[in-house]
């Protein structure tokens, strides 16, 4: 399970974001999961809370951002969405001439303090 050492290392940068800002508590946090980075969302969350436990972000709010990936059918010539990186097929056409367009990583994109 990767996503403890995900959530300790976010949890790093955003507790010394905090700090510089002089902020007594984290109150919310937003992450956004690419589509191709094998996150598993439930098992942040969970994650997420043990490591925020006896910190500055102990009982924060914790939003979850997953978009989709962005993809254009060169067959059927039409954006699609596509949800797994295993699964590299136009679900409009069943084409499999695609460009895809998908992060695999996570990012902080917004802290609440106080």
């Known amino acids: 399970m990767h996503e403890i050492t995900l959530c300790q290392c976010a949890l790093e940068m955003i507790e010394q974001h905090a ?17 191709f980075s094998c996150v598993e969302p439930e098992a942040l969350r969970f994650c997420f809370d043990v490591a925020c436990r006896e910190t500055l972000a102990e009982g924060c709010l914790l939003h979850l951002e997953t978009p989709a990936a962005e993809s254009w059918c060169h067959d059927c010539q039409q954006a699609i969405a596509l949800l797994s990186p295993g699964v590299l097929i136009c679900p409009q056409c069943g084409g499999r001439h695609l ?3 998908a992060d695999d990583g996570m990012k902080i994109k917004r802290i609440e303090i106080a």
Do not use: C, K, P, S
């Open 19 to 35: 700090r510089q800002h002089n902020a007594r508590r984290i109150t919310a946090v937003w992450l956004e999961i690419g589509a």
């Open 99 to 101: 460009r895809v367009n």
